[in-house]
């Protein structure tokens, strides 16, 4: 008896502390919870349920489909040129991005005049708003009084027809898309790069490495970590593009810079068919998360962690 009356307290005490412990984290990542599951969890559900009713957006009347939604996304003759629309554009933007900012970045890495400015400078299109951004553009290329179509008739070079003429409505939307966003991927990989320890910079210099080789077997190893991070957030972030396609083109023209994202907006809000809407964002979702497994499951296997 003497020796159960100590393992009762304890057993007591041990309860005790872990109510405490449940209570003082629901205090703390309670609120964060309930907004995940009010603004995030529970639309996601409800996009899921919608995308299973033929339901026209404001309409008080709704007809179960189960799956005809999809079936008739996957029959829509409109639907390969989507998805090739998609695809395109994030690996346009993904690649562009992650070379065009890594080298940015050894450009900055640099002891240079003015350097700080120089990188907010490069950092700044990545904060400002993509409509504005998109509506900026617009004017620069302009084939007619855009400054793109004068500094080309410099050179006596007829601007390309931007807005009409495949594929460059397309590649101009990539062009806005990597001009915004190659500054943050910039700052990211400079970050990486002043992590790089010195000491294995100066034994490769020591045993005869260039810059090239010291480069590709030292720092770009070293830098797998945020490799792997930019490349799921800018994936993630070009399969959701919006903005910058509806200031600049709306989809056009004839639907050659409609991406799944855009083709959610046009069927749920312009023409109002929310089932199908929502059935096009939960096969946008689905991708989202086979490519983010994906690149868990494989890509993270070749990441070097210090």
């Known amino acids: 008896m003497g020796i159960a009356v100590p393992e009762t307290r304890r057993a007591t005490a041990r309860r005790k502390k872990l109510r405490r412990n449940i209570g003082i984290f629901l205090l703390l990542a309670g609120p964060n919870y309930l907004v995940l599951m009010v603004f995030t969890y529970r639309p996601m559900f409800l996009s899921f349920y919608y995308s299973l009713l033929n339901w026209n957006l404001g309409s008080q009347m709704a007809q179960f489909v189960g799956l005809g939604n999809y079936a008739e996304w996957f029959n829509d003759p409109e639907t390969p040129r989507v998805l090739l629309?998609?695809?395109l554009y994030a690996l346009c933007t993904v690649a562009g991005g992650m070379a065009g900012g890594l080298a940015l970045a050894l450009a900055l890495n640099r002891k240079l005049a003015g350097r700080?400015?120089?990188?907010?400078?490069?950092?700044?299109?990545?904060?400002?708003?993509?409509?504005?951004?998109g509506f900026l553009w617009i004017y620069i290329f302009n084939p007619n009084i855009g400054l793109l179509a004068i500094v080309l008739g410099w050179f006596d070079v007829a601007s390309p027809e931007w807005f009409t003429q495949?594929?460059?409505?397309?590649?101009?939307?990539?062009?806005v898309t990597l001009w915004k966003h190659v500054g943050y991927v910039a700052l990211i990989y400079l970050a990486g790069l002043q992590s790089v320890p010195q000491d294995l910079r100066d034994a490769a210099a020591l045993d005869g490495a260039g810059t090239l080789r010291t480069f590709s077997r030292i720092t770009l190893p070293l830098?797998?970590?945020i490799t792997f991070f930019l490349l799921i957030t800018l994936t993630l972030s070009a399969l959701q593009s919006f903005d910058l396609i509806r200031a600049m083109t709306n989809g056009g023209p004839l639907g050659s810079t409609k991406t799944l994202m855009f083709q959610v907006y046009v069927e749920g809000f312009q023409i109002g068919r929310a089932g199908y809407g929502s059935a096009v964002a939960t096969v946008l979702f689905v991708l989202l998360l086979v490519i983010t497994v994906i690149q868990m499951k494989f890509v993270e296997r070749r990441v070097h962690y210090q």
């Open 116 to 133: 700080g400015i120089v990188r907010t400078v490069t950092f700044a299109p990545y904060v400002l708003s993509g409509i504005a951004v």
């Open 223 to 225: 830098l797998g970590p």
């Open 85 to 87: 629309t998609t695809l």
């Open 166 to 175: 495949q594929p460059w409505p397309l590649l101009m939307i990539i062009v």
